[in-house]
């Protein structure tokens, strides 16, 4: 399996793709629609139209992952983004997520500090 460092940035695609895509798909989607490296070993998160599936494409230093998962009642509440290609989210967003919780109703507490890794 791959791990979630806390350098690594998961990046969630605004518009919905066609879950047909595989590794070649993806990865063209991560250069040229989000305009990131699909070598940076961050992950990167997808859905249908539906918001009944998702993917995820990663790489670990060795290869790449793609990772699916099918819904079989229910949607995945997306996050919602306007006038972006995508949206970047914690590995504890992540983990709400792909466990059905709606991320609108998740807040985090305002005298919470947390240093972006990417900074």
Not at 48 to 60: E, Q
Not at 65 to 85: I, Q, S, T, Y
Not at 96 to 103: R, S, W
């Amino acid at each position: 399996m791959f791990g979630l460092g806390p350098a690594t940035r998961i990046y969630v695609a605004a518009e919905a793709v066609d879950m047909r895509k595989g590794f070649e798909g993806l990865y063209g989607l991560v250069r040229e629609q989000l305009g990131q490296d699909p070598l940076s070993g961050h992950l990167f998160l997808f859905t249908n139209r539906t918001h009944t599936r998702l993917k995820a494409l990663v790489w670990d230093g060795s290869g790449l992952w793609v990772c699916a998962k099918r819904l079989e009642r229910g949607r995945f509440r997306w996050p919602e983004a306007k006038d972006v290609r995508s949206v970047s989210m914690r590995p504890e967003e992540l983990a709400m997520l792909i466990n059905g919780m709606d991320l609108r109703q998740a807040r985090p507490r305002s005298n919470w500090y947390r240093r972006d890794p990417a900074a």
